[in-house]
């Protein structure tokens, strides 16, 4: 099969997402030859909801050309799981060749035995590891139970989350607590947004709240790994393409992968819509399975 890539020069749209801070999308457009017109003007107005600007039209590349068929990477349920921009192997100090000049930066052991959360907290310290750290004003490390069942995994704070040190505080924020209070309450499940973990891929404010940067995802990655694994809750759902990204290694695009369940590290992984995307007023489909893969996600966990 023959396969058209389209290259996005990704330009997120501020008066779109200003004060709502994280909004997961796609830095490359995949359409195969097989898509019809209809199926790719959808793609392609997918995209524009993320923020992405301009399209531009280049040759397949080789390795695309050679990718095995979507359907083969990700399955459902009994898909292997899949490599992810957060890597599990090292159990010794890492280090990152930074991409903005910086000198090689030393991360922490990955899986250090007896992790704590007040370790990795301790550890990230007044972290300056990547670009993000200049214009921070506060390190948002996550918040909820630490012992929840379930993780919920956002893209990176926005103006409110910065300016209060707690993820999901903004508009979004409130409409992922609204979302988990009262499917929980309408499916009699007994848990609050309080009884959940919640954080990000990357701990400090991306300027003028663009999409963190995949060097930026795989240093601060290292902290969300270990946060995932410290907790171990029997599931975790993503909220958007970019913490879909950093899960998982994948060039699907997330209206292909919501709503079925993935593997993390062993964990199963839900990964539906972030919740900045669902504010829009048009999208009242996609906030339809969005609420469906919550109710998915809260019945597996909680039943
Ligand atoms: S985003 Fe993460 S790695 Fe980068 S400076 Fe902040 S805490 Fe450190």
């Avoid at 890492?94 to 990955?110: D, N, Q, T």
Wanted: proline share 5%; charged share 25%.
């Amino acid at each position: 099969m023959s396969r058209r890539t389209f290259t996005a020069d990704v330009t997120r749209k501020q008066s779109n997402c200003g004060e709502i801070g994280d909004a997961g999308y796609a830095s490359t457009v995949e359409a195969d030859a097989t898509m019809t017109p209809q199926q790719l003007r959808e793609r392609l107005e997918f995209y524009r909801d993320l923020g992405i600007d301009a399209i531009y039209l280049r040759p397949a590349t080789a390795s695309a050309q050679g990718e095995a068929p979507v359907a083969e990477a990700h399955s459902g349920k009994d898909a292997p799981e899949a490599s992810s921009l957060l890597t599990a192997s090292a159990a010794s100090e890492k280090r990152v060749a930074a991409a903005s000049g910086r000198s090689e930066i030393v991360l922490p052991a990955l899986a250090p035995e007896a992790d704590t959360l007040l370790k990795i907290k301790q550890d990230i310290g007044e972290c300056r590891r990547c670009r993000l750290c200049e214009a921070r004003k506060t390190i948002v490390f996550g918040v909820g139970d630490e012992s929840a069942k379930l993780v919920f995994v956002g893209e990176g704070p926005g103006a409110d989350e910065d300016a209060q040190g707690i993820p999901f505080v903004g508009r979004a924020g409130q409409l992922l607590t609204q979302m988990i209070d009262n499917t929980a309450a309408k499916e009699g499940i007994p848990i609050r947004r309080d009884d959940v973990y919640i954080c990000n891929v990357v701990k400090c404010r991306p300027p003028e709240n663009r999409a963190p940067q995949p060097d930026e995802m795989e240093i601060c990655g290292q902290f969300l790994y270990r946060q995932l694994m410290t907790i171990k809750p029997k599931a975790i759902c993503a909220l958007g393409a970019t913490a879909m990204k950093a899960l998982l290694n994948t060039k699907l695009g997330i209206t292909k992968m919501r709503g079925e369940w993935q593997k993390w590290n062993g964990i199963p992984l839900m990964i539906t819509y972030h919740p900045s995307y669902l504010l829009r007023q048009y999208n009242q489909e996609a906030k339809r399975q969005a609420w469906e893969d919550l109710k998915k996600v809260l019945h597996y966990v909680y039943d």
